[in-house]
């Protein structure tokens, strides 16, 4: 990858998770018949939170501190892995998805031990619903990308993204890898059907709640890291979408894929906008939803000979 090019993925990584956070926001405002806030929004709380100091509990150790820099640190490392201007990446080297993967369970790690850390029972709660969740959805993310890799026949993240569909079968194996993809995002964003990330009733919280005990340029981090997830997953889709040829011309291929990005946060707009959130005991049957819809992709896929 050129230096231009890296630049400008640098660039779309930093910048457009805000405005993909806006425009999730817009999207549910206009559902809502409101204004709703600045598609800034989330810039402006960022920079709220690092001029205030931060906060720690008294039997905080390490891990209190140490978690929002690991978490932001993995989001952006994921991010160099995803192509969101163009079919190159950063990063990029045989099955890279297994190090995408290992990537955000490091930055779940230490945000599950952070939440252990202050000693609340509340944000250890929440850290007990996030194991159980992201162990069943890593599955989903595995055996979608595995199908999508068998069935382009590349092995790194970026090149098993370039699949498109040419007949049923295949067709079958892109609509489940999108499928999949699509509940991942709602998983580790804390979306909704899955969560809610504007509520603050602790019975029902999972990812806010392990953030309770931190403030200040901590909780700016783990923010900022959550629209940087939000954004990747979207990005995951958006190459998975693109019907464009790169031989198009490489500004309108990335035009296309930013739009794309900003898409799918309508999607996610429109999908919290007219449905409500699950109750914690069906969510583990949604996400077995993502399993099955990359399941019948492998199937799909081996009997079109695609294994």
Known sequence: MSAARLLAHAAALLAVPILLVGVVNRTKSCWAGRKGVPMLQALYDIVRLMSKRPVYSGVATVF???????VLGTALVSGLLVPLLGRETPLAFPFDFVFFAYAWGLGRIFLMLGA??????????GASREATFSALIEPAFFLAAGTLAAASGKSSLAELLRFRPDDPSTAVVWGG???????LLQVESARIPVDDPSTHLELTMIHEVMVLDHSGPDLAAIQYAAAIKMTVCAGLLAALLNPLDP???????AAMNLGLILGVGVAVGTVESIIARLKLRTVPEYIFMAIVAAFVALLASTMSGGL
Do not use: I, N, R, W
């Open 64 to 70: 209190v501190k140490a978690a929002p820099s690991v």
């Open 177 to 183: 890898g999108l499928a999949a993809l699509f509940v």
């Open 247 to 253: 031989a198009a011309g490489p500004a309108l291929f």
């Open 116 to 125: 252990l850390d202050t000693g609340s029972s509340f944000e250890g709660m």
